[in-house]
């Protein structure tokens, strides 16, 4: 099950990659509490959205990347689907690839191409198609609809009742083969549990059951090698969520921060050093003081947000600088930079050896570039400011 988990990750990296390589000026940004495209309004670019709640009832030629509280898709998005939510809903039809990290899915429609969630519960409603491959990590699963060709589950409890083109692999403790359910190849179970299969479901191929891997001890830290890439390449999820949500907000304070790492090097690194030491000394004395201890606060939660978010900026040049020495022609889009950026950091950083450095420069550096940014800014608005 954690392989798959594992793997589920990894459609993700390669699903936020592929979506990085949208130009800026082919992508439409809307924020808002509610947001939505209403029946009969089309969407010609692709389209990023962050809202409480996302309704789209009409029609996105293109790319979908929300982040939202809510989604429902009763409409049609004809490139990939991209979702950060708390409930997800599609009725409707996304022509190309469905990818989510939810608490709770609902499929009711169609998915042109392969469908990827990890969530707390899931449905596949009766009538839903999946045209290709679905891989599901969830706590329940219950799949009524139809998918095309493979199917991948890694859940506590699952419930079949539709159609599975070719194999069907189910990782977790208890799996229910329903009467009507329809496989077109061979049922993979990993359990320490049999399967319910009841009397009238159609299984084409073989019911194997997989030997369960025996517990391990759990490491406190990464280990050396593919277990510190796994940790690098969630990493690198989180960041490009965040990141596409900065550049989509704020993308002028991000590529000053950017340029920063370009212009002035050892300034970046010998602010970020010094901020990143003295900041929470400084918090700590300060808070000691009634008065001061909501300058403490906010403190505080700058220096986390800068030493969290540290990569982004360093994401953002490394990518810049690594695509036009390869392309030595137009530009990328800054989400495609951030991407790459972000996959060439954690491979470096997947090295044992040099791990511990490498993300430790990363932070220095990208803290310096947050404050250069933000004092060039300043003084960019104050030089602007009428005398």
């Known amino acids: 099950m954690i392989r798959r988990c594992m793997g589920m990750c990894l459609v993700w990296v390669v699903g936020l990659l592929v979506a990085g390589l949208v130009p800026t000026e082919a992508t439409e940004l809307r924020r808002g509490n509610v947001v939505t495209i209403g029946p009969g309004q089309v969407v010609d670019d692709d389209l990023v959205i962050a809202a409480q709640r996302v309704v789209v009832e009409g029609t996105v030629r293109g790319d979908l990347i929300v982040t939202a509280n809510s989604l429902r898709v009763p ?79 890694a859940a506590q409890s699952a419930s079949i009742g539709g159609t599975v083109g070719q194999h069907l692999r189910f990782d977790g403790n208890n799996l229910t083969i329903d009467p009507a359910a329809r496989i077109g190849g061979d ?33 406190p830290t990464p280990g050396p090698g593919i277990g510190l890439l796994w940790f690098n390449l969630l990493l690198a999820v989180a960041l490009f969520i965040v990141g596409s949500i900065g550049l989509a907000l704020a993308p002028r304070f991000l590529r000053t921060a950017a340029d920063q790492l370009r212009e002035k090097p050892g300034w970046s690194i010998l602010w970020g050093i010094l901020l990143f030491i003295v900041v929470p000394i400084a918090a700590l004395v300060v808070g000691f003081t009634i008065v001061g201890i909501p300058l403490s606060l906010l403190a505080w939660a700058l220096w986390g947000f800068a030493v969290l978010f540290a990569a982004i900026p360093v994401a953002l040049f490394l990518g810049r600088e690594f695509t036009g020495w390869l392309r030595r022609g137009a530009p990328l889009s800054p989400y495609a930079n951030l991407a790459i950026g972000l996959a060439l950091i954690a491979l470096v950083a997947a090295i044992p050896v040099v791990w511990l450095f490498v993300w430790l420069a990363v932070v220095f550096f990208g803290v310096g570039m947050f404050a250069l940014a933000v004092y060039d800014l300043m003084e960019q608005r104050r030089g602007a400011a009428p005398a």
């Open 187 to 219: 049922l993979l179970v990993r359990s320490p549990r049999q399967a319910e299969i009841a009397p009238g479901a159609t299984i084409a191929g073989q019911v194997r059951r997989l030997p369960v891997e025996p517990r391990r001890e759990r490491r």
């Open 75 to 153: 409409g049609r998005v004809t490139g990939n689907l991209l979702g950060l939510t708390q409930s997800l809903e599609v009725p409707g039809t996304v022509d190309g690839s469905l990818r989510a990290a939810t608490q709770i899915a609902t499929i009711a429609g169609q998915v042109g191409r392969n469908l990827s969630i990890a969530a707390q519960n899931t449905t596949i409603a009766r009538g839903a198609r999946i045209n290709r491959d679905a891989h599901i990590a969830a706590q329940s699963v219950e799949l009524n609809g139809a998918v095309g060709r493979q199917a991948g589950l």
